[in-house]
Antibody
Framework: EVQLVESGGGLVKPGGSLRLSCAASGFTFSSYSMNWVRQAPGKGLEWVSS????????FYADSVEGRFTISRDNAKNSLYLQMDSLTAEDTAVYYCARVDDRRDILSGDYVGVFDYWGQGTLVTVSS | DIQMTQSPSSLSASVGDRVTITCRAS??????LNWYQQKPGKAPKLLIY???SLQSGVPSRFSGSGSGTDFTLTISSLQPEDFATYYC?????????FGQGTKLEIK
């Protein structure tokens, strides 16, 4: 059974740092790209960052570029998000999600989908 | 970045109704469009991928259509468990973006 378990959330002061972790099990972690997605209280989903299976491709949303760093340790089946210079706007539940490539039967193209998600970890930035 | 716009933002409907949610992309994304369902306090769940393919285990009352910039999610006969928030997502770009969500409420 695929499982993704986030940890590391909590209360942090503005300007502070926090490191989130996502422990993966039930699949070959090193074969999949992974993502972080966040959801501010009462708001919609916001994609945060993506990392390819071997860490050679990394992408960030404009809102976190230069402040957040995504990384992974395939030997430990773990995904990380280092969050620095936090502001109140970063307050959210942070989810890790696995990317699977699914074939579009009409075009033959492969479409990335977020097929498994963790339960989320809450980050609160407040003084 | 590719912007995704859903409409309506909220929708009231009754059990048994047919409902349609639309999603528009700011540029051509071919069929790189996925739909997710989220219930309060839970992680999102994949419903539809590649615009029209049903995720395994998802009831057949859910269907998706569209390509290019305009997409729809249809629920043919609403069930009590379908009242939730629905999000579209583009995966044409690896700067993945979600629509703002459509909250489906009981009338």
């Amino acid at each position: 059974e695929v499982q993704l378990v986030e940890s590391g959330g909590g209360l942090v002061k503005p300007g502070g740092s926090l490191r989130l972790s996502c422990a993966a099990s039930g699949f070959t972690f090193s074969s999949y790209s992974m993502n972080w997605v966040r959801q501010a209280p009462g708001k919609g989903l916001e994609w945060v960052s993506s990392i390819s299976s071997r860490s050679n491709y990394i992408f960030y949303a404009d809102s976190v570029e230069g402040r957040f760093t995504i990384s992974r340790d395939n030997a430990k089946n773990s995904l990380y998000l280092q969050m620095d210079s936090l502001t109140a706007e970063d307050t959210a539940v942070y989810y890790c999600a696995r990317v699977d490539d699914r074939r579009d039967i009409l075009s033959g193209d492969y479409v990335g989908v977020f097929d498994y998600w963790g339960q989320g970890t809450l980050v609160t930035v407040s003084s | 970045d590719i912007q995704m716009t859903q409409s309506p933002s909220s929708l009231s409907a009754s059990v048994g109704d047919r409902v349609t949610i639309t999603c528009r992309a700011s540029q051509n994304i071919n069929s790189y469009l996925n739909w997710y369902q989220q219930k309060p306090g839970k992680a999102p769940k994949l419903l539809i991928y590649a615009a029209s393919s049903l995720q395994s285990g998802v009831p057949s009352r859910f269907s998706g259509s569209g390509s290019g910039t305009d997409f729809t999610l249809t629920i043919s006969s609403l069930q009590p468990e379908d009242f939730a928030t629905y999000y579209c997502q583009q995966s044409y770009s690896t700067l993945y973006t979600f629509g703002q969500g459509t909250k489906l409420e009981i009338k």
